[in-house]
């Protein structure tokens, strides 16, 4: 996909169970990231039946911002894979980005992803919590040797030299 030939449009999907506190915060992250950088975007909200009113939140956030943030709720805890597989069957742009609502992927990476995908012509961008720069915060050491573990074996299955496989912050080409 040659992005230099025409205008891009980003669909940020983020999925959400219980993240009421941290939705507007991550919808404020996005548009300053978006405007400071002139980019035509989106916000898809997946909710998986959050007991904290996550969805009434993002009702909120979808009146302030009709055209710009769409929300889809599901009827319970679906997962994060199925979360994002509903989300690009809402996603009108080009582009798709993956990340988290919880705070853990901050927007302003973004920019950057989106100018490794100019230069090389990826189809896909990932973050990476395991080069310098990278990380994860509030994780015990069982989470981390988990995480490790699964990326290891990934690894090894698909023969890949990507330094995160299991990880959940990237942009990719939107081939619906």
């Not at 679906?78 to 901050?106: C, E, P, R, T, W």
Request: net charge neutral; glycine share 8%.
């Amino acid at each position: 996909m040659d992005s230099t030939k025409q205008k891009n449009k980003y669909s940020v999907l983020l999925p959400t169970y219980n993240e009421r506190e941290n939705l507007p915060l991550i919808v404020k992250f996005i548009f300053d990231m978006a405007e400071k950088n002139n980019l035509d975007f989106e916000i898809v909200i997946i909710d998986d039946n959050s007991e904290d009113k996550t969805a009434e939140v993002a009702k909120q956030l979808q009146d302030l911002y009709p055209k710009k943030i769409y929300l889809h709720q599901r009827p319970g805890k679906l997962g994060l894979g199925s979360a994002y597989q509903d989300g690009i069957k809402f996603a009108s742009g080009n582009f798709i980005v993956l990340m988290d609502a919880d705070l853990s992927h901050h927007p302003k990476y973004l920019p950057e992803f989106i100018k490794q995908q100019q230069l090389t012509n990826a189809d896909i961008v990932t973050g990476t919590r395991y080069r310098p720069g990278g990380g994860v915060v509030g994780w015990d050491l069982i989470r981390k040797i988990t995480s490790r573990g699964a990326n290891f074996l990934a690894k090894t299955m698909l023969g890949s030299d990507c330094s995160d496989l299991t990880g959940s912050f990237r942009l990719q080409f939107n081939h619906q």
